[in-house]
């Protein structure tokens, strides 16, 4: 079976064509006013317009109040939601959606308890730990600490590029890979061809 993909911070519609065009089985927009690859959403829901059945829409959050994720489900077309912040269990599943939660991994990170909170999440994203950076840091972790086997999909983030996802996808066995930075010309703006080259490493990976 294919791993998944998620291209995340997109602020084009144009990326957004690529990444499904390429094959990517979702796409990532950031609500998250800090970061270079924030959207708006009036531009969110210009997005997620053109993104086609089947295709998942996410809708990536950072420590947010109720009302900002009420909002967003409300103007735009979200399939999932991503909590990247400090959020609580019961806060994630308030709003009767399928959602992923980020982990900072350290080597002490106890996935079995992080599990255990977010038992109804859909899947535990796994990125790199910087204080102070909620993801996007561009820098791989050690994959060394993640379980074989394990009770939740895991998601991998944290520093992929079109030249480590194969040995991601071999290292980790994920359920999916998300991508961000490694795929970019510059902050916030996709690059057609380190996209494609990205899902052609995936692809060959069946």
């Known amino acids: 079976m294919r791993t998944r993909v998620k291209i995340c911070g997109l602020t084009r519609i144009e990326d957004a064509l690529q ?15 800090p970061s270079p690859r924030y959207v ?16 998942t829409v996410t809708a990536l959050f950072v420590n947010p109040s109720k009302e900002q994720v009420e909002q967003v489900l409300s103007e735009v077309r979200i399939d999932l939601l991503q909590f990247h912040g400090q ?16 982990v900072p991994m350290r080597e002490e990170t106890d996935l079995v308890q992080i599990a255990a909170e977010f038992h109804d999440c859909s899947g535990l994203l796994l990125d790199t730990y910087k ?8 820098e791989t972790f050690n994959w060394q600490w993640i379980p074989q086997t394990f ?10 590029t ?3 996802a194969g040995q991601a996808i071999e290292a980790v066995h994920p359920w999916a890979l998300d991508v961000s930075g490694g795929v970019e010309a510059s902050k916030g703006i996709k690059s057609a061809e380190k996209i494609s080259r990205f899902m052609q490493e995936v692809m060959r990976r069946v």
């Open 19 to 33: 990444a499904v065009n390429s094959g990517a089985d979702a796409i990532g927009l950031v609500f998250y006013e």
């Open 40 to 55: 708006d959403i009036a531009k969110a829901r210009e997005i997620a317009a053109q993104i086609p059945a089947f295709v």
């Open 131 to 138: 204080p102070g950076v909620p993801g996007g840091t561009g």
């Open 162 to 164: 079109p030249e480590n």
């Open 151 to 160: 009770a939740k999909p895991i998601i991998l983030a944290g520093g992929l």
């Open 87 to 102: 959020e609580p269990g019961e806060f994630c599943r308030q709003f009767g959606r399928n959602y992923i939660k980020a």
